[in-house]
């Protein structure tokens, strides 16, 4: 089971790291989502992770809201993850949706073009797909190289535990398509009973090795 650990900060990454987190998720502001991290955190965060046998995921998002972006946004996008493959980083945290609620192909591909070589994660931009349509997304974003799905099955003001019959379809259906990596309230309190029922192979969450708290 591997245990992607959400950071906001340098801080926080050497104890995520020494209580068992495999990768690190790199952001910002995680109160309004996550948003893109300063060039000294990544910087350091990647030398550090690097040093310790962890890869980074940096979270590439110019700002809180909806996921609908404007060609400038896209392009400021596009320079910070050329900026982040320059530092280093293992991969990327993407995504971005037309006002259809459907995947902006168009600009989304133009991010896939900047982040090739790197990991991507379609990020919980996902969950703001409607429902019916989010089996057909899974295909698009496989069939273009986008590595893995980052979703709380349902609205973020939703519990996980709720939403697990749903993250199981997901999950089933994506099956060796592409990873599905359920995320949104799993800590290391109620990791087993998720990872149990929903057969997973990734987790992804702030707290999953623990409270990180400076003492």
């Known amino acids: 089971m591997l245990k992607e650990v959400c950071v906001e900060n340098f801080t926080w990454v050497p104890m995520a790291i020494a209580r068992g987190g495999n990768r690190i998720e790199l952001c910002d502001n995680l109160s309004i989502g996550g948003t893109t991290v300063s060039h000294g955190v990544a910087a350091k965060t990647i030398r550090y992770c690097h040093l310790h046998h962890t890869k980074v995921m940096t979270m590439v998002r110019p700002r809180g809201g909806n996921f609908i972006y404007?060609?400038?946004?896209?392009?400021?996008?596009?320079?910070?993850?050329?900026?982040?493959?320059q530092l280093g980083t293992d991969g990327v945290v993407i995504g971005c949706l037309n006002e259809s609620g459907w995947?902006?192909?168009?600009?989304f591909g133009q991010l896939l073009d900047s982040a090739k070589g790197l990991d991507v994660t379609f990020h919980?931009?996902?969950?703001?797909i409607k429902p019916e349509y989010q089996?057909?997304?899974?295909?698009?974003?496989?069939?273009?190289?986008?590595?893995?799905?980052?979703?709380?099955g349902g609205p973020e003001s939703s519990s996980i535990e709720g939403n697990l019959n749903r993250l199981k379809e997901l999950v089933d259906y994506a099956k060796d398509k592409i990873i599905i990596m359920p995320g949104g309230g799993i800590t290391d309190k109620n990791l087993s009973f998720i990872a149990s029922k929903l057969k997973i192979s990734e987790v992804h969450g702030t707290k999953i090795v623990g409270q990180l708290d400076l003492i």
């Open 124 to 128: 919980m931009a996902f969950d703001h």
């Open 135 to 152: 089996l057909e997304a899974i295909d698009w974003l496989a069939e273009h190289g986008v590595n893995r799905i980052l979703t709380h």
């Open 70 to 85: 404007s060609n400038e946004e896209i392009e400021i996008m596009q320079n910070d993850i050329v900026h982040f493959k």
């Open 103 to 107: 995947i902006d192909e168009n600009s």
